[in-house]
């Protein structure tokens, strides 16, 4: 940590900082420069996240050398994270096609979609049982039926499901009911749904939150792994601004970004992203591009009649066709699919 | 509702899309512009909320008429919603000062600071005892003894108390130790806790989320109140912007807007929303004057041995003389304090 | 234009806006709903740009139907726009690749970067001469000499040239030295610089200021167009969020929308967009997948001592790297470099 | 200058960057800490702003110590700066209320208006001659004949004039004609515009871009004091945010910030900031509470008929009210109007 005191900083205060950073343990270098006095922390200095060292006199600003996280980092962990879900991959060089509707309706519609789904060769479904929704009067999902309907989907097509929990009262029903577990974007800081699904080994797909920064976002998973569950999956899925033209705005330099700064898994959500079943598809090829581990897709028979987010579904021809675009785009960056 | 028809939408598909609007027991009204054909709903339109129109062939745009909150809206209740926290009003002609440390760290240090809070005029006593943290190394609260720390010093100053609830798990306890519970900024759109909350009549004080629209804020309060609780008091605590010189930005304009939408109470936190005990003053000052009816502020003796959040604490000494201007404020905009 | 009026708005209220509307020669259609009145204006009315409806008592909101632009529309024009610029084909088929120095420092080497942009299959050399430059102390550029640096590259390799223009003042020498006029993204909204390049034929590379929404971007767009200058190339550069990790968020869903609204060809800049040369290459990969018709890259075979922007330019041996990799990706989009 | 190495930095990369270092005449100051080397550069860290440090190899991040400006700082200037209008003090005791119609129209209504906003108690007269608008078919502004009508207005009523000027091209006329030149939000960053009216010593009021950070605001500032124009006067006017209930984002903070960062005036506008002519009272009365030291307001006689922003106009009765209102918060604050 970087100390830098104001230039009327008098010798009292500057004493009163030292001691209490010794207190701490921590070792401290001045350096006079000509307008401003350095201190440099020597150190751990994540010790001093819970010290307001801004609010002792004569403190002008404080800037942390260290990253805030550890066990998410690359340093601490060189090689990539490769998550087996089920035997699907996510991580590694195959791409991991989570695709299917966002909400869980019906039974029959459910396994429709999923075979579908992976004919067009997706390898992982995807249904929300519990949806988060803005509006209290909005659908709120079908409960724990529809994760009923995704496990004989999985049955049938041999495709492990992920599903989003949206409270910790519910961690039992998704240990036993999915093989990922989802943490929606407005949870991103739920941090004691973060620490439940911490404690198990299960797989947690994290997604970025609305306004989160990839500090935030990484400082999210570090609770879950800092808890013991070393599973972790970080989904990219747009971020609000200003701009109304879409949902919201993917941002895609967050994954070579995130990839430099973590070892975990990174893929690309670009239906709630854009809300626009027709950015889907060039969104989905972008992400591959830019080397993401794999892509979160809506998919729905009949988007008309879709009970939540039929904006932003595409069809399952649609689908299809698409993967066969992205086969081509991962070869191109080295992957496949 | 209004739907904007592409120019090349067919008969056909403006037809299938007529007769889903009549199915859906809704009247509609067609014009003919030059350029476009509009389609007006007539009737509830908040019986769309679950439709995908956009997803409809032929559709180029959608514009809701009505707002999608019932319960919350000026429209539905004329008069301010005044709320009664143990003798302490909200939302009446006298402003509610909610002052303490931000994290409640021991009893005699808690009990001290609310006989100051006191003193210099605050009428509620505000500390957490669970604290949500963006890492998982900063200090999480002292939990469960934290809210009897409050509630002796309620015993001994006759403040009650608002602290911020993290888990749907412990609402039994905070029914029992808090006189207001807050939602924290994060948890805006947690919505099985505002869904939890709702199922009571204690008062709840909701935050603002870092990048909630007013229209989401609206809708998160409409949860809590279409669930029974009508006790509901709007927190505007600073929005995430670009601008890197103060914590968030404090969106005074939402005042206004607010109580211009909503019969609920609106007050103002210019502690989180800068994160600068500097800006304190000054923000609290701005709140009063754009008409706030109340603030939340944190206060804390020792700001620089402050486990959470000491950077934007102040003084007693400051919250006392802070409260005399205030008093000026208050008296110019036709209020009291 | 949609005018919803509000639940209390009066008779005379009504009339007067109908009036309004009426001596405008717009025709109007009202539409009785449950909760509101609604007044459907029939007629171009982008006539009532100029109007400010919603200061008429008993009006409360406004919906325009149409966009507020004619000439940069897709519905204006279905085809693509194809640019020439000395040959070289923006728009079309094949991507165009404009790579270069941001700034233009010295003449042997912009010429020795042009030769090895050229080689690597870069089809337009981009250079600055004049920099537009956050503070007053940053190098401002070489001035009009730059430009002649520029020429003589030009001369050397074939290649176009494309600039920044940054004063009214400067258009003859321009017009004279430069094959594309670059307007910066600070400058998007610097409308007298745009009307100015408009008066010409000269192709205009026009930026997406920094918080500019798409909409305000193809007004800007249209600003030039209004003018008379049909060739306009739209370049999305990153646009100003929260995130701190890269200096600006590419929005690459930017690229789809514009070619959806628009018929003008779209550009993307990954080197400002990140500000981080390890972030160019894949924003470039995933620019070519999303669609865009070209790029805008930084090249400097110094970057250490570039005097403006090293932190985001790519070596020469990098960028032939780079279009290597972008030529796989333009075929699996169907495109060719 | 602190520069953090990358744990992998190898001798010869810090060798190469501290020569470089030693080169430019900066001292530097190396600490090992245990998990990252520091260097601190001592010396005007101002000389690397044209050195992209980022760009060496081994180095992780660069933090600069100095603010990147001198001439604007609260460090160069304690004592507050106060610009003398023709008698009117802009920065002193006295709040300077600017007021008048956004754009200029025909010459009674503006003598008209000017008469009513200095019986009110308003000092300075704003007006726009030439307008900036986001549509090339929006009303333009009437040029050069609006501001013979404010010298008009400026004859009959004693009130000094404020105006836009948007054209580098146009600097001898507003010498002329105007007594303080208005920089508006979008030519914030316009260098070339900035340098123009730095070159003399007539009053410029500089508006804060739409996404400009603080920095960026006094960066601009520090542009024209460094041409030798002192006679800046800062002025907020919100920013652009996700919010769409309002036009802009009002940015209170940035006032009781910028004024501990500078010793220029600092003036808020609420009608711009808002878009709303109701929220222009309140905003008003947050902002002189906030410490603002003065405020340009739009008023119109008839703002159903103004051909620019009539929506955020208020009527000459409605600004007279808030005259009334602003002298009793001015007086709560210990400033006078």
């Not at 000509?34 to 201190?39: A, K, N, Q, Y």
């Not at 949806?131 to 004989?152: A, C, H, I, M, N």
């Not at 049955?155 to 409270?167: A, F, H, K, N, Y």
């Not at 989160?212 to 970080?234: D, H, P, Q, W």
């Given at each position: 940590?970087?100390?830098?005191?104001?230039?009327e900083?008098?010798?009292?205060?500057i004493?009163?900082?030292?001691?209490?950073?010794?207190?701490?343990?921590?070792?401290?270098?001045?350096?006079?420069?000509?307008?401003?006095?350095?201190?440099?922390?020597?150190?751990?200095?994540?010790?001093?996240q819970?010290?307001?060292i801004?609010?002792?006199?004569?403190?002008?600003?404080v800037?942390?050398?260290?990253?805030?996280?550890?066990?998410?980092?690359?340093?601490?962990?060189?090689?990539?994270?490769?998550?087996?879900?089920?035997?699907?991959?996510?991580?590694?060089?195959?791409?991991a096609?989570?695709?299917g509707?966002?909400?869980?309706?019906?039974?029959?519609?459910?396994v429709?979609?999923?075979?579908?789904?992976?004919?067009?060769?997706?390898?992982?479904?995807?249904?929300?049982?519990?949806k988060?929704?803005?509006?209290?009067?909005?659908?709120?999902?079908?409960?724990?039926?529809?994760?009923?309907?995704?496990?004989?989907?999985?049955?049938?097509?041999?495709?492990?499901?992920?599903?989003?929990?949206?409270?910790?009262?519910?961690?039992?029903?998704?240990?036993?009911?999915?093989?990922?577990?989802?943490?929606?974007?407005?949870?991103?800081q739920?941090?004691?749904?973060?620490?439940?699904?911490?404690?198990?080994?299960?797989?947690?797909?994290?997604?970025?939150?609305?306004?989160?920064?990839?500090?935030?976002?990484?400082?999210?998973?570090?609770?879950?792994?800092?808890?013991g569950?070393?599973?972790?999956?970080?989904?990219?899925?747009?971020?609000?601004?200003?701009?109304?033209?879409?949902?919201?705005?993917?941002?895609?330099?967050?994954?070579?970004?995130?990839?430099?700064?973590?070892?975990?898994?990174?893929?690309?959500?670009?239906?709630?992203?854009?809300?626009?079943?027709n950015?889907?598809a060039?969104?989905?090829?972008?992400?591959?591009?830019?080397?993401?581990?794999?892509?979160?897709?809506?998919?729905?028979?009949?988007?008309?009649?879709?009970l939540?987010?039929?904006?932003?579904?595409?069809?399952?021809?649609k689908f299809?066709?698409?993967?066969?675009?992205?086969?081509?785009?991962?070869?191109?960056?080295?992957?496949?699919?």
């Amino acid at each position: 940590m970087i100390i830098v005191l104001k230039p009327e900083a008098t010798e009292p205060q500057i004493d009163h900082l030292l001691d209490r950073l010794r207190e701490l343990g921590l070792k401290t270098h001045m350096t006079q420069g000509e307008e401003r006095t350095i201190i440099g922390v020597i150190g751990d200095d994540r010790i001093l996240q819970n010290q307001p060292i801004t609010a002792f006199p004569g403190v002008e600003s404080v800037t942390p050398i260290l990253a805030p996280w550890k066990l998410v980092s690359r340093e601490f962990k060189k090689d990539n994270t490769v998550i087996d879900v089920c035997g699907v991959k996510v991580g590694g060089q195959k791409l991991a096609i989570m695709a299917g509707p966002c909400a869980v309706e019906k039974l029959e519609l459910t396994v429709g979609i999923a075979h579908e789904v992976k004919a067009a060769g997706g390898s992982i479904l995807r249904g929300g049982a519990y949806k988060p929704r803005t509006s209290p009067y909005s659908f709120q999902g079908v409960g724990r039926e529809g994760l009923d309907y995704l496990l004989e989907a999985k049955r049938q097509t041999g495709m492990p499901v992920v599903s989003e929990i949206l409270d910790t009262r519910d961690i039992e029903l998704f240990l036993q009911k999915a093989d990922i577990i989802q943490i929606g974007a407005r949870n991103m800081q739920n941090f004691e749904l973060l620490k439940e699904v911490g404690a198990y080994d299960k797989p947690v797909l994290l997604k970025r939150g609305l306004s989160a920064t990839l500090k935030e976002f990484l400082l999210s998973a570090e609770y879950i792994m800092s808890r013991g569950n070393r599973n972790v999956i970080l989904c990219e899925r747009g971020i609000r601004t200003f701009e109304t033209q879409y949902r919201n705005t993917l941002d895609l330099a967050a994954v070579p970004t995130l990839k430099e700064l973590s070892h975990l898994p990174v893929i690309v959500d670009p239906s709630h992203a854009t809300g626009k079943w027709n950015l889907v598809a060039p969104m989905a090829k972008a992400a591959v591009a830019a080397g993401a581990d794999g892509l979160l897709i809506e998919v729905h028979s009949n988007p008309e009649c879709a009970l939540c987010d039929g904006e932003e579904s595409i069809k399952p021809s649609k689908f299809k066709e698409l993967m066969q675009d992205l086969r081509k785009i991962a070869v191109a960056v080295g992957r496949e699919i």
